[in-house]
Protein backbone atom coordinates (compact mmCIF):
# COMPACT_ATOMS: atom_id res chain seq x y z
CA UNK A 1 0.00 0.00 0.00
CA UNK A 2 2.75 2.49 0.80
CA UNK A 3 4.54 1.64 -2.41
CA UNK A 4 1.59 2.26 -4.46
CA UNK A 5 0.84 5.63 -2.66
CA UNK A 6 4.03 6.55 -3.53
CA UNK A 7 3.82 5.81 -7.12
CA UNK A 8 1.03 8.05 -6.99
CA UNK A 9 2.38 10.60 -5.87
CA UNK A 10 5.49 9.94 -8.51
CA UNK A 11 2.65 9.28 -11.01
CA UNK A 12 0.89 12.91 -10.22
CA UNK A 13 3.99 15.01 -9.89
CA UNK A 14 5.41 14.00 -13.02
CA UNK A 15 1.88 14.12 -14.97
CA UNK A 16 1.57 18.07 -13.39
CA UNK A 17 5.33 19.16 -13.88
CA UNK A 18 5.54 18.05 -17.56
CA UNK A 19 1.67 19.74 -18.23
CA UNK A 20 2.63 23.40 -17.27
CA UNK A 21 3.05 25.73 -20.41
CA UNK A 22 4.83 29.15 -19.77
CA UNK A 23 2.79 32.13 -20.99
CA UNK A 24 4.58 35.02 -19.71
CA UNK A 25 5.49 35.84 -22.94
CA UNK A 26 2.18 35.72 -24.55
CA UNK A 27 1.11 38.97 -25.91
CA UNK A 28 4.27 40.68 -25.51
CA UNK A 29 5.88 42.64 -28.54
CA UNK A 30 9.05 42.68 -30.42
CA UNK A 31 11.38 45.38 -29.19
CA UNK A 32 10.47 49.15 -31.13
CA UNK A 33 11.52 52.68 -30.57
CA UNK A 34 9.48 55.61 -30.98
CA UNK A 35 9.50 59.44 -29.73
CA UNK A 36 7.94 59.97 -26.39
CA UNK A 37 6.65 63.47 -27.45
CA UNK A 38 6.15 63.30 -31.65
CA UNK A 39 4.01 65.56 -33.11
CA UNK A 40 3.69 69.41 -32.93
CA UNK A 41 6.48 70.57 -29.91
CA UNK A 42 5.89 74.43 -29.01
CA UNK A 43 8.80 75.17 -26.60
CA UNK A 44 8.43 78.66 -24.99
CA UNK A 45 11.77 80.72 -24.45
CA UNK A 46 13.08 84.07 -24.17
CA UNK A 47 14.79 86.15 -26.69
CA UNK A 48 17.80 86.44 -24.21
CA UNK A 49 18.54 82.79 -23.47
CA UNK A 50 19.38 79.39 -25.27
CA UNK A 51 16.94 76.32 -23.68
CA UNK A 52 18.00 72.98 -23.93
CA UNK A 53 15.17 70.70 -25.74
CA UNK A 54 15.26 66.93 -24.76
CA UNK A 55 13.71 64.57 -27.72
CA UNK A 56 13.17 61.23 -25.73
CA UNK A 57 13.47 58.38 -27.72
CA UNK A 58 12.09 55.01 -26.14
CA UNK A 59 12.55 51.70 -26.45
CA UNK A 60 9.42 49.27 -25.75
CA UNK A 61 8.67 45.49 -26.15
CA UNK A 62 10.53 42.34 -24.86
CA UNK A 63 13.96 43.57 -24.05
CA UNK A 64 15.81 41.34 -25.48
CA UNK A 65 17.83 43.41 -28.30
CA UNK A 66 19.81 46.68 -28.35
CA UNK A 67 18.74 49.68 -30.16
CA UNK A 68 21.23 52.18 -32.26
CA UNK A 69 18.90 54.51 -33.43
CA UNK A 70 19.89 58.56 -35.49
CA UNK A 71 17.41 61.98 -35.47
CA UNK A 72 17.69 63.21 -38.61
CA UNK A 73 16.54 66.54 -39.95
CA UNK A 74 13.87 65.49 -42.23
CA UNK A 75 12.43 68.78 -44.84
CA UNK A 76 10.14 65.91 -45.98
CA UNK A 77 8.61 65.89 -42.26
CA UNK A 78 7.98 69.43 -42.64
CA UNK A 79 6.75 69.36 -46.48
CA UNK A 80 3.84 67.28 -45.47
CA UNK A 81 3.36 68.76 -42.17
CA UNK A 82 2.45 71.93 -43.89
CA UNK A 83 0.32 70.35 -46.72
CA UNK A 84 -2.08 68.31 -44.38
CA UNK A 85 -2.42 71.51 -42.21
CA UNK A 86 -2.11 74.37 -45.12
CA UNK A 87 0.52 75.92 -43.34
CA UNK A 88 3.82 77.77 -44.62
CA UNK A 89 6.51 77.21 -42.27
CA UNK A 90 9.89 77.02 -42.71
CA UNK A 91 12.91 75.05 -42.03
CA UNK A 92 14.62 76.82 -38.65
CA UNK A 93 18.57 77.36 -40.39
CA UNK A 94 21.29 75.67 -38.34
CA UNK A 95 22.28 78.62 -36.90
CA UNK A 96 19.44 79.06 -34.55
CA UNK A 97 20.17 75.31 -32.75
CA UNK A 98 22.83 72.69 -31.99
CA UNK A 99 22.58 69.01 -31.65
CA UNK A 100 25.62 67.33 -29.65
CA UNK A 101 24.68 64.44 -30.83
CA UNK A 102 22.55 62.51 -33.43
CA UNK A 103 22.80 59.65 -32.69
CA UNK A 104 22.27 56.92 -29.39
CA UNK A 105 22.40 52.93 -28.34
CA UNK A 106 19.69 52.08 -26.08
CA UNK A 107 20.77 48.89 -24.30
CA UNK A 108 18.56 45.91 -23.36
CA UNK A 109 18.69 47.27 -19.40
CA UNK A 110 17.89 51.05 -20.77
CA UNK A 111 14.64 51.88 -21.58
CA UNK A 112 15.63 55.34 -23.04
CA UNK A 113 17.95 57.97 -24.13
CA UNK A 114 17.41 61.84 -25.03
CA UNK A 115 19.06 63.83 -27.73
CA UNK A 116 19.09 67.08 -26.55
CA UNK A 117 18.66 70.21 -28.91
CA UNK A 118 20.16 73.42 -28.00
CA UNK A 119 18.25 76.49 -28.92
CA UNK A 120 19.23 79.95 -29.26
CA UNK A 121 16.70 82.93 -28.71
CA UNK A 122 18.15 85.58 -29.77
CA UNK A 123 18.73 83.93 -33.21
CA UNK A 124 15.24 82.61 -33.31
CA UNK A 125 14.45 86.48 -32.15
CA UNK A 126 16.00 88.00 -34.99
CA UNK A 127 14.11 85.87 -37.64
CA UNK A 128 10.55 85.13 -35.87
CA UNK A 129 10.11 88.40 -33.41
CA UNK A 130 8.07 87.74 -30.94
CA UNK A 131 4.77 85.11 -30.44
CA UNK A 132 5.20 84.16 -33.49
CA UNK A 133 6.21 80.52 -34.99
CA UNK A 134 7.66 80.56 -38.63
CA UNK A 135 10.56 78.10 -38.19
CA UNK A 136 10.42 74.69 -37.54
CA UNK A 137 13.11 72.24 -36.94
CA UNK A 138 11.41 68.58 -38.34
CA UNK A 139 13.71 65.34 -36.76
CA UNK A 140 12.94 62.09 -38.09
CA UNK A 141 13.99 58.70 -35.64
CA UNK A 142 15.52 56.38 -37.87
CA UNK A 143 16.94 52.65 -36.98
CA UNK A 144 20.43 52.25 -37.51
CA UNK A 145 20.72 48.43 -36.59
CA UNK A 146 17.31 47.02 -37.84
CA UNK A 147 14.91 47.63 -34.97
CA UNK A 148 11.42 48.51 -35.80
CA UNK A 149 10.43 52.34 -35.58
CA UNK A 150 6.68 53.50 -34.45
CA UNK A 151 5.76 54.92 -37.79
CA UNK A 152 3.13 57.32 -35.80
CA UNK A 153 5.82 58.52 -33.30
CA UNK A 154 8.64 58.71 -35.34
CA UNK A 155 8.38 62.46 -35.97
CA UNK A 156 8.48 65.70 -34.31
CA UNK A 157 8.40 69.09 -35.38
CA UNK A 158 10.35 71.35 -32.76
CA UNK A 159 8.34 75.05 -33.46
CA UNK A 160 9.98 77.33 -30.86
CA UNK A 161 8.65 80.41 -29.92
CA UNK A 162 9.81 83.12 -28.22
CA UNK A 163 8.00 85.39 -25.50
Not at 28 to 43: E, F, I
Request: aromatic fraction near 10%; hydrophobic fraction near 40%; include cysteine.
Amino acid sequence: MKCSTSLLYIFFFLFFSTACEDHRLEGMVDDRVYLLASGWQSPEMDRTEAISYSVIIYKSGLGVTEAEVALEIDETVLAEYNRTSAKKYRLLPSACYKMERTTCRIGKEAPLEKVVVTLDGGAIYLLQGLYATEYVLPLRLISLNGIAVDSIQSTVLVAPKIN
